[in-house]
T-cell receptor, first 113, second 114 residues
Framework: AQSVTQPDIHITVSEGASLELRCNYS??????LFWYVQSPGQGLQLLLK??????LVQGIKGFEAEFKRSQSSFNLRKPSVHWSDAAEYFC???????????FGTGTRLQVFP | KAGVTQTPRYLIKTRGQQVTLSCSPI?????VSWYQQTPGQGLQFLFE???????NKGNFPGRFSGRQFSNSRSEMNVSTLELGDSALYLC?????????????FGSGTRLTVV
């Protein structure tokens, strides 16, 4: 069965520091991979997605993610974090023949000034 | 253009009652999916509709049901509410079925069962 693991429940960084959020998936073929962000009391906003092709994907708000098949990972990165990036981040995976997303448990990002 | 609209935003119901939640997708989007978010179970897929037909269903009891109308608006219904049904219910829409278009999520309906 497909699964997604986000090993870090909570990460704290200083504003301006770089960020990497980890995501590992379990799936037989190349999955559809997504990163979403959720601010308190809000829905999910799509940051970026990967289906095929270039393994380095650029998203909104300055985020990028790299698909590494050998490590079954799809880590999210940002070179310089802003205070407004504080939120919860979810990695998700989906097989291409269904509409069902399987989400990780999320990583809560806290940003200190 | 307007995003995914979910109504109501907040709801308080008593155990044993039933509830109906509404979702209006982005104009032109014909696929609507529903997810339940709880602190304990995280985000879980409920069901997905396209052209008024349920295409996929998650692992939830029959008390959870949904439907889609000809204008692509969707409703989900939970009957005989239990305390454990307290959650944020998120609706997402996409142009077509499948994950290729990506989902756009609404802000959710926060259901509290007392």
């Amino acid at each position: 069965a497909q699964s997604v693991t986000q090993p870090d429940i909570h990460i704290t960084v200083s504003e301006g520091a770089s960020l990497e959020l980890r995501c590992n998936y379990s799936y037989g073929a190349t999955p559809y991979l997504f990163w979403y962000v959720q601010s308190p009391g809000q829905g999910l906003q799509l940051l970026l997605k990967y289906f095929s092709g270039d393994t380095l994907v650029q998203g909104i708000k300055g985020f990028e993610a790299e698909f590494k098949r050998s490590q079954s990972s799809f880590n999210l990165r940002k070179p310089s974090v802003h205070w407004s990036d504080a939120a919860e981040y979810f990695c998700a995976v989906g097989p291409d023949n269904t509409d069902k997303l399987i989400f990780g448990t999320g990583t809560r990002l806290q940003v200190f000034p | 253009k307007a995003g995914v609209t979910q109504t109501p935003r907040y709801l308080i119901k008593t155990r044993g009652q039933q509830v109906t939640l509404s979702c209006s997708p982005i104009s032109g989007h014909r696929s609507v999916s529903w997810y339940q978010q709880t602190p304990g179970q995280g985000l879980q897929f409920l069901f997905e509709y396209f052209s008024e037909t349920q295409r996929n269903k998650g692992n939830f009891p029959g008390r959870f049901s949904g439907r889609q109308f000809s204008n692509s608006r969707s409703e989900m219904n939970v009957s005989t509410l239990e305390l454990g049904d307290s959650a944020l219910y998120l609706c997402a829409s996409s142009l077509t079925p499948g994950l290729g278009d990506g989902y756009t999520f609404g802000s959710g309906t926060r259901l509290t069962v007392v």
